[in-house]
């Protein structure tokens, strides 16, 4: 099987992340449905602010991935050694000790109703994955322009703000999917009710922006406030959808950057400006978290598919019963035309989340969405590799394979 890519990169864009055309999908096997699909114009012309994503020699690079043996499928750049393998989670510990508790510290909250509200999103239970990300980016970035591995304090306030805004978002999010779970257990909303959620999540937003503003410095204010407005953006890109089968699959990839990958890669910007003043280095960051965050999330949209409610913290299959073609349907749909009545019409008819679910296990449309998570972990890999040689580093790159491996 191959995967053929076809790519176009246009001007450079402050705000849209470079994304690929839809994949030519590879030619049915023995038994499969489908034919394989016409070599499609480029779908998108969306690029970085100042460097279009360029992946090294595709062909090269996805037959390596497509024929590695199961049990390597999940590692798209063994950079890292056996004698040089750091745990992030590990590595990063240090300076998130009392995560939570300065969280809590910037909240100053004096409503009873609202502290509880809060103190249940920020109980301390939560992986803080964005917030180590943005720690270990920070000292990776020091060591490379000083050789100093100490996280300044500003640094540190931009892991605490990313935390803040990531769990308003959510608390936001849950309100407008109406969900009943996340992480395991009810949300706000199912609680105390939609109006006081939305305002809780108003109210850590702003805790955060005044976080943001103590900082001091107008170049990293700009920088996450474009976090909130492509939280926004992505939302209302959520809300519509494309009936162009190649438009399609670029507005998904577009909606994941900003809802997902915005704030992983302008915290990295971020903190790569406090501790070095190279606007390459502050790329190098861009672009690892950006990748690093839309791998994530095609990791996500795959295990809606393959992990169990209990497992995952939140119902199965829910992105179809909100109505959402992720990646996995989207490739699902080359092998299945007529999964494109569904999507329409946002699989809103009796039976059609189940129909759906059943064409994309059908499919290899999992297997497609997880090589193209690889590919994004690769480039976020070559991007972090331009930083000097330290332990953090080497942590990001493991990051890479964990974000690809995990399985919740």
């Not at 803080?128 to 943005?134: D, E, L």
């Not at 009710?193 to 955060?208: M, N």
Request: aromatic share 8%.
């Amino acid at each position: 099987m191959a995967l053929r890519w076809w790519w176009r990169c246009g001007s450079s864009s402050r705000r849209s992340p470079p994304l690929g055309s839809l994949p030519r999908f590879r030619p049915p096997g023995p038994g499969s449905r489908g034919t394989p699909a016409t070599p499609s114009a480029a779908v998108c012309l969306f690029a970085q602010r100042s460097s279009a994503l360029s992946f090294p020699k595709v062909c090269h690079a996805f037959w390596r991935f497509h024929h590695a043996s199961a049990s390597h499928l999940c590692s798209c750049s063994k950079t890292v050694s056996d004698e040089k393998y750091q745990d992030p989670f590990q590595l990063g510990r240090k300076d998130l000790k009392n995560l939570y508790e300065d969280i809590k510290k910037e909240l100053l909250i004096s409503a009873a109703e609202l502290k509880e509200m809060c103190d249940y999103y920020f109980d301390g239970k939560g992986k803080a994955f964005r917030p180590m990300i943005v720690v270990l980016m920070a000292r990776a970035c020091n060591i490379h322009h000083n050789n100093s591995r100490e996280v300044q304090a500003s640094q540190r306030s931009v892991a605490v703000i990313a935390e803040m805004i990531h769990t308003a978002s959510l608390v936001h999010d849950d309100v407008i999917d109406d969900a009943n779970s996340r992480r395991g257990k009810m949300t706000v909303n199912q609680i105390w009710g939609e109006r006081k959620a939305v305002l809780a999540g108003d109210f850590i937003l702003s805790a955060a922006s005044v976080a943001l503003a103590r900082i001091g410095n107008t170049t990293i204010v700009s920088v996450l406030t474009q976090v909130i407005e492509d939280l926004v953006r992505g939302e209302f890109l959520q809300l519509g959808s494309k009936e162009n089968e190649n438009e399609r699959f670029a507005h998904y990839l577009e909606k994941t950057f900003k809802k997902t990958a915005s704030l992983i890669a302008n915290s990295c910007k971020a903190v790569s400006i406090l501790g070095c003043p190279d606007p390459k280095v502050h790329e190098i960051a861009y672009q690892y978290g950006k990748n690093v965050g839309i791998a994530f999330q095609l990791i996500d949209d795959v295990l809606d598919f393959t992990s169990c409610a209990d497992h995952l913290g939140k119902p199965a299959a829910a992105d179809l019963k909100l109505g959402l073609a992720t990646g996995p349907v989207l490739f699902a749909c080359r092998q299945f035309p007529e999964m494109n009545a569904l999507i329409m019409r946002r699989f809103s008819k009796p039976g059609d989340v189940e129909r759906a679910r059943r064409y994309v296990l059908q499919s290899d449309g999992v297997q497609q969405t997880t090589y193209l998570a690889q590919r994004y972990c690769h480039a976020a890999t070559r991007e972090i590799s331009k930083l000097r040689p330290s332990p953090e580093r080497e942590a990001l790159i493991q990051l890479t394979e964990m974000v690809l491996m995990r399985d919740k």
